[in-house]
C-alpha cells in the first residue's frame, strides 16, 4: 500500500525567499508522484508530476520537485516566492496497486504563508 | 476548454435528509473519480469510475454513500440519511483512460449537515 506523509502543516516564508514543502512516500512498487495546489475555494490543481522519467521535475508557477528514491522524497521547490503563491499544497501517489485505478492518495497537506 | 464542473457548489441540509451532488466531467475522459475532503480526515478516495468497468467503491465511507455515473459521462453522489460527520468538501475529478495522467479537479460541492 502507498502512503504519502508532508511534514509541516504550516510554512511561512517571507516574499523573495526560497519556498521548500517536504513529502515522503511509501510505495512498495515505483511510485507515480504529483503535487496539487488549492487556493481557497476552488479545487485542485497540478503543479507537476513524477512518472517514472526524469527525476528533476518542472512544474507551473515557476515550482520544481526533485524525486530521490534513497530517500524516498519528493520535496517541493521555488526559488523565490510570490504573494500569490500563499495557498495549500497537496503531495499525492498514485494508487498502482491491484487494480490500478490510479486514485490519489493524498498527504495532510501544507499550507503556505507568504509574508511581505 | 471547459473544465470539470459540479452542482451545487454549496449545499446546506439537515441531519437524515437525502442529498445528491452532480459531477460533469471534461469531454471524453473515461475516467471519473469522487474524493472527499474534511477537516479532520484530509483527502479521501471515495469511488472510481472507469468506462463501462464495474465500478471501485473502496473508498465509501458506509452503505448511505452511493454514486452512478450515466452514458459514461455524467455522475451523481447520493448521500442517504445525512449526518453531521458527513458535513465536507466534496471533490470530483476526471482523467484521460490512462490511470497515471493527471485527474482534472472540479471546484467542489460544499455540503454542511446542521
Known amino acids: 500500500a502507498q502512503s504519502v506523509t508532508q511534514l509541516g502543516s504550516h510554512v511561512s516564508v517571507s516574499e523573495g525567499a526560497l519556498v521548500l514543502l517536504r513529502c515522503n512516500y511509501s510505495?512498495?512498487?515505483?511510485?507515480?508522484l504529483f503535487w496539487y495546489v488549492q487556493y481557497p475555494n476552488q479545487g485542485l490543481q497540478l503543479l507537476l508530476k513524477?512518472?517514472?522519467?526524469?527525476?528533476l521535475v518542472k512544474g507551473i508557477n515557476g515550482f520544481e520537485a526533485e524525486f530521490k528514491k534513497s530517500e524516498t522524497s519528493f520535496h517541493l521547490t521555488k526559488p523565490s516566492a510570490h504573494m500569490s503563491d500563499a495557498a495549500e499544497y497537496f503531495c499525492a501517489v498514485s494508487d498502482r496497486g491491484s487494480g490500478n485505478t490510479g486514485k490519489l492518495i493524498f498527504g495532510q497537506g501544507t499550507t503556505l504563508q507568504v509574508k511581505p | 476548454g471547459a473544465g470539470v464542473s459540479q452542482s451545487p457548489s454549496n449545499k446546506v441540509t439537515e441531519k437524515g435528509k437525502d442529498v445528491e451532488l452532480r459531477c460533469d466531467p471534461i469531454s471524453g475522459h473515461t475516467a471519473l473519480y469522487w474524493y472527499r475532503q474534511s477537516l479532520g480526515q484530509g483527502l479521501e478516495f471515495l469511488i472510481y469510475?472507469?468506462?463501462?468497468?464495474?465500478?471501485?467503491k473502496s473508498g465509501l465511507p458506509s452503505d448511505r454513500f452511493s454514486a452512478e455515473r450515466t452514458g459514461g459521462s455524467v455522475s451523481t453522489l447520493t448521500i442517504q440519511r445525512t449526518q453531521q460527520e458527513d458535513s465536507a468538501v466534496y471533490l470530483c475529478?476526471?482523467?484521460?483512460?490512462?490511470?497515471?495522467?493527471?485527474?482534472?479537479f472540479g471546484p467542489g460541492t460544499r455540503l454542511t449537515v446542521l
Open positions: 513524477y512518472t517514472s522519467a526524469a527525476t
Open positions: 475529478a476526471s482523467s484521460p483512460s490512462d490511470t497515471y495522467n493527471e485527474q482534472f
Open positions: 469510475f472507469q468506462g463501462n468497468s464495474a465500478p471501485d
Open positions: 510505495s512498495s512498487v515505483p511510485p507515480y
